[in-house]
């Protein structure tokens, strides 16, 4: 079982920025495929971001292309959101997801971290 703890929401006004932060507990880090996803009320969950294991292969949403960056530290077990240039639809709850890539078929989802952008 890996625990993801998401850290690093809050509200900001349109323009501005915030860094989401995925925090897991496996010394296998590694072989694992990390994403965000967020789920705005009312939507269903939506894909954000992807980065495979080695941090090499990135996938956005086109909705936040050019605005997102996700990178990860393997050595810390951490990966990373920066957004940038936010604006009120990017209002959600934002969730990071493990999925295991290498030796099993684990997929684990986070508690998830609230983003408003309002004026």
């Known amino acids: 079982q890996v625990q993801l703890v998401e850290s690093g929401g809050g509200s900001v006004q349109p323009g501005g920025s915030l860094r989401l932060t995925c925090a897991a507990s496996?010394?296998?880090?590694?072989?694992?495929?990390m994403s965000w996803y967020r789920q705005a009320p009312g939507n269903q969950r939506e894909f954000v971001a992807q980065?495979?294991?080695?941090?090499?292969?990135?996938i956005y949403a086109d909705s936040v292309k050019g605005r997102c960056t996700i990178s990860r530290d393997n050595g810390k077990n951490t990966i990373y959101l920066q957004m940038t240039n936010l604006k009120p639809e990017d209002t959600a709850v934002y969730y990071c997801?493990?999925?295991?890539?290498?030796?099993?078929?684990?997929?684990?989802w986070g508690q998830g971290t609230q983003v408003t952008v309002s004026s």
């Open positions: 980065i495979d294991g080695d941090g090499s292969v990135t």
């Open positions: 997801r493990a999925q295991q890539m290498v030796g099993g078929p684990g997929d684990y």
């Open positions: 496996t010394r296998l880090f590694g072989r694992y495929q």
